[in-house]
């Protein structure tokens, strides 16, 4: 006979389930505060500024006029479309510059990414220095290319008279009639690098199995290029366009720097003019009318092969002489390349060395007949532009932003790519749009709001708008290097009792110390590059960065202190070619693995 049975005790039903949902509470917990910095900076600081725009754009209202706000619905609009004698020429103007913009950079860099993907020697070293103009602080970019374009003294001018091209010398960024190949050409050599990154991030997801199959059945090289790599490049193609056109329409440093919308109107365009004349005397209605445009136009806007060849010798001996001759060919291209991307440092670095007579001869010449480093000298005194004090603002704040930065990147970056909590598809969206909002579609909004907290003139405000440019891309990075940590270093860390935040800072941080750093550099470059925000909420010696007072002093002596103005530059840029000479392996993995924003 059996026992008696003895009854186990019964477990309460709910004891398991209540200790999951209470681990399930403090998973997504966690997750939410790690990903509450980046969600808050980004509503707080840039979709709350562009509901402002847009609400401000319904109203008749004035910063300086004293008069109260009136609701004028949409006859801003109104004013703008139908009774503005300017608008359509400036709409052609963006046009022009937005689509011709895009066009010539596209047509620079597909070239570039071919060779840059290519099995070529020193190859990091060729990518790192087509980098160096897309990372080169904008104010630098438009003294170099105004000196090239000068009308009497300039080097263009001199070759093309040589070749016997022209016969009179050219004012280039004064002529109606050649601003525009003069801006479009500065354009494509400021942006074609990061055209050029996002395609060779494409090229290398391309199988080589594709290209060696087409190349077995006979394709040359041409009809692999059009009938294989073209379309698998075409999404990758699509939105790095896409990105280039909101950018670029967002953007009028370019132009303001070289041209101040001039001569006349003729290079004014819709970004310019939403914020100028904006400051100090600043009318937010008409401002915001050609911002708002802006979102509007933003929202609509196998082969011919050969037959299958012969196996044997010959094709063996063919081949080597093909393969040699191409290696020749894409050095001879990589020569090319560096002479476009380098030429006008190089110039400007020449420059700096000589003396004033040999600066203003009417004949340049690349040899310096007297060696001097008396610009040097004039741009770091008092009597030039003073660059110390410059220097420490733009340091100050640069550091401050990339410290904030690299905060808000580690746990925003870290909770993007760990915890799947409701939501976050809404904070992935949040970080993408982000990057699209800036400039003048946050500028006046911005500057109430400085103005409302008495930040105007201050670092702290540059510190905090900033961080608008970087602290997006620097989460989207961070995911993407947090994402290639092992989890079964963290899950060994649980098991061995380590909490949520130990595991975070004792394990994984460690790890991911050089994506860290990288993007803090990044976020200092990107500050000590920026000129449109400084140049709107900044005006005192106390906040006014470097590239504030170099423009300034461009303006006011740029014609008779060339060799100055252009030590300025040099000094300036040397910071960033430095860090980015760091960075660099870092950023371009980064970027190529997540494709962002330039």
């Given at each position: 006979m059996h026992g008696p049975v003895t009854a186990k005790p019964a477990m309460p039903p709910l004891a398991r389930p209540r200790r999951k949902w209470k681990e399930l509470v403090k998973e997504f917990g966690f997750g939410y505060l790690l990903l509450a910095p980046v969600a808050l900076y980004i509503v707080v600081f840039q979709f709350y500024p562009?509901?402002?725009?847009?609400?401000?754009?319904?109203?008749?209202?004035?910063?300086?006029?004293?008069?109260?706000?009136?609701?004028?619905?949409?006859?801003?609009?109104?004013?703008?479309?139908?009774?503005?004698?300017?608008?359509?020429?400036?709409?052609?103007?963006s046009v022009l510059w937005v689509l011709g913009s895009t066009a010539l950079q596209?047509?620079?860099?597909?070239?570039?990414?071919?060779?840059?993907?290519?099995?070529?020697?020193?190859?990091?070293?060729?990518r790192g220095l087509t980098m160096v103009p897309w990372v080169s602080p904008i104010v630098i970019i438009g003294i170099i290319w105004k000196w090239i374009y000068d009308g009497q003294y300039g080097l263009l001018n001199h070759y093309l008279k040589m070749l016997h091209v022209i016969r009179d010398n050219i004012i280039w960024l004064g002529d109606a009639n050649w601003v525009w190949p003069a801006l479009l050409l500065t354009s494509a050599w400021k942006g074609f690098p990061y055209v050029a990154l996002m395609l060779l991030s494409g090229l290398q997801g391309i199988s080589r199995d594709c290209l060696e199959a087409a190349q077995v059945d006979g394709a040359n090289a041409w009809q692999r290029f059009v009938w294989v790599t073209l379309p698998l490049l075409k999404p990758v193609m699509v939105a790095?366009?896409?990105?280039?056109?909101?950018?670029?329409?967002?953007?009028?440093?370019?132009i303001w720097v070289l041209t101040n919308g001039g001569p006349g109107f003729a290079t004014s365009i819709f970004a310019h003019l939403s914020v100028y004349p904006g400051l100090p005397i600043l009318r937010s209605g008409h401002g915001r009318r050609g911002g708002d445009h802006f979102h509007a136009v933003y929202r609509r806007d196998h082969a011919n092969l050969q037959s299958p060849v012969r196996q044997g010798k010959g094709l063996r001996v063919k081949r080597v002489r093909t393969e040699a001759m191409s290696q020749g060919l894409k050095y001879a291209g990589v020569v090319l390349l560096m002479a476009f991307t380098l030429f006008p440092f190089l110039w400007m670095l020449?420059?700096?060395?000589?003396?004033?007579?040999?600066i203003f001869s009417s004949v340049p010449t690349w040899k310096i007949r007297q060696f001097t480093l008396e610009h040097y000298a004039w741009a770091m005194s008092e009597r030039g532009i003073n660059l110390g004090r410059l220097l420490m603002n733009s340091f100050t704040v640069c550091a401050i932003t990339a410290a904030m930065t690299g905060v808000v990147a580690c746990l925003s970056g870290y909770g993007l790519a760990r915890y799947r909590v409701p939501g976050v598809g809404l904070v992935v969206m949040l970080i993408v749009l982000a990057q699209m909002i800036q400039g003048p579609l946050i500028m006046i909004p911005w500057y109430k709001m400085a103005a409302a907290f008495h930040l105007l003139n201050t670092k702290t405000v540059l510190v905090l708008i900033y961080g608008t440019m970087t602290i997006p891309v620097g989460v989207w990075l961070m995911h993407g290097f947090f994402r290639t940590i092992p989890r079964e270093l963290e899950e060994a860390a649980y098991i061995d009792g380590a909490g949520r935040v130990r595991t975070l800072f004792v394990v994984t941080v460690p790890l991911a110390v050089p994506g860290l750093v990288a993007i803090c550099l990044y976020a200092f470059i990107l500050g000590w590059n920026d000129y449109q925000y400084a140049l709107i909420l900044t005006n005192s010696l106390a906040a006014k960065t470097i590239q504030i007072g170099i423009a300034e002093?461009?303006?006011?002596?740029?014609?008779?202190?060339?060799?100055?103005?252009?030590?300025?530059?040099?000094?300036?840029?040397?910071?960033?070619?430095?860090?980015?000479?760091?960075?660099?392996?870092?950023?371009?993995?980064?970027?190529?693995?997540?494709?962002?924003?330039?």
């Open positions: 562009l509901f402002e725009t847009i609400r401000l754009s319904l109203f008749d209202y004035s910063l300086v006029s004293g008069r109260p706000m009136r609701f004028a619905w949409f006859e801003n609009y109104e004013k703008l479309l139908v009774r503005d004698d300017d608008f359509w020429p400036i709409f052609r103007n596209f047509l620079v860099a597909i070239p570039a990414a071919m060779l840059l993907n290519a099995r070529l020697r020193l190859r990091g070293l060729w790095t366009g896409l990105v280039c056109i909101i950018s670029t329409w967002t953007k009028f440093e370019m020449n420059t700096t060395f000589k003396v004033d007579e040999e002093v461009m303006d006011s002596m740029g014609k008779t202190s060339w060799g100055g103005i252009l030590a300025s530059g040099v000094i300036v840029i040397l910071p960033v070619v430095i860090l980015f000479a760091f960075i660099q392996r870092f950023l371009i993995e980064g970027m190529t693995s997540g494709g962002i924003k330039g």
